[in-house]
């Protein structure tokens, strides 16, 4: 975390545990048709009245137990 130069505080995307849609877009790089069906498959979703977030956490816990390496 930093500072800019007023007074707000910048998080990056991988300190953060929920991330908005557009900020779930980034952090998997996928398109946003692609995002939501990410978000339904892994079950990462998590709604806080009409927000949509991501949990980051168990998505990549997803893609972990996922992965073909």
Known sequence: ???DGKSR???TLSDKRLLDVNEFC???SVGRNTAL???KTTGAIFR???R????RV???RWCD???EA
């Open 65 to 67: 137990e996922h992965s």
């Open 37 to 39: 069906e990410l978000m």
């Open 26 to 28: 980034i952090y998997a």
């Open 48 to 50: 806080v009245g009409r």
């Open 52 to 55: 949509t977030l991501v949990d």
């Open 9 to 11: 505080v910048l998080v």
């Open 58 to 60: 168990k998505f990549d």
């Open 1 to 3: 975390m930093e500072r």
